[in-house]
């Protein structure tokens, strides 16, 4: 069975500070798909990235990073230099090849940047 | 712009009256799905639409019904909502597997259900 773990449920940070939010992941697919959203305080779902299950090159974009681990099962989500607009809960989720209509979502972890 | 458009943004409501969330999208996608979010649950799924007259449940669909008559619509129905049903839904669109694409969310509909 699927399933994604988000342990931590918030974190706060002070302006400038670097945030690593964890994701670690369960499924017995060999071909599965990663994701990372955003739900800002307005309550939409922003896409941020997605990973498949054979590129294990960790991917940057500004200031965010993604370290993909597929000997942990994790795939976290680090913000360097975290900016008040940065306050959010963020969202990893997994899609299996095999039943391609779902995403399975964690728990969420809630990001309160302190200016 | 492309866009999921979902109405109403917030509906409050009595137990046992029908209602519907309407969801359309503008990108010619062929996956729809639904799914509610609710405090340390996630987002889960309730039905899902691989396209037009195709649906199938999700993860929680008691209690809801959809149809997908055209391409771009998918709306959401509740026969007779119930307070557990208070939550925050998201209708979300694909143009094709999930896996490949991701989805793209509407914005919500804060539903309670009193």
């Known amino acids: 069975a699927q399933k994604v773990t988000q342990a931590q449920t918030e974190i706060s940070v002070v302006e400038k500070e670097d945030v690593t939010l964890d994701c670690v992941y369960e499924?017995?697919?060999?071909?599965?798909?990663l994701f990372w959203y955003k739900q800002p305080p307005s309550g939409e779902l922003v896409f941020l990235i997605r990973?498949?299950?054979?590129?294990?090159q960790n991917e940057i974009s500004g200031r965010y990073s993604w370290n993909f681990q597929k000997s942990t099962s994790s795939f976290n989500f680090t913000i360097t230099a975290s900016q008040v607009v940065d306050s959010a809960v963020y969202f990893c989720a997994l899609s299996e090849a095999t039943g391609a209509n779902n995403l399975f979502f964690g728990t969420g972890t809630r990001l309160t940047v302190i200016p | 712009e492309a866009q999921v458009t979902q109405n109403p943004r917030y509906l409050i409501t009595v137990t046992g009256k029908k209602l519907t969330v309407t969801c359309s999208q503008n990108?010619?996608?062929?996956?729809m799905s639904w799914y509610r979010q609710d405090p340390g649950l996630g987002l889960r799924q309730i039905y899902y639409s691989m396209n037009v007259e195709v649906t199938d449940k999700g993860d929680v669909p008691e209690g809801y019904k959809v149809s997908r008559k055209e391409k771009r619509n998918f709306p959401l129905i509740l026969e007779s909502p119930s307070p557990n049903q208070t939550s925050l839904y998201f209708c979300?669109?694909?143009?094709?597997?999930?896996?490949?694409?991701?989805?793209?969310f509407g914005s919500g509909t804060r539903l309670t259900v009193v």
């Open positions: 990108m010619n996608h062929e996956y």
């Open positions: 979300a669109s694909s143009l094709e597997g999930v896996a490949f694409y991701g989805y793209t």
């Open positions: 499924t017995r697919d060999t071909t599965y798909y």
């Open positions: 990973r498949n299950s054979f590129d294990e």
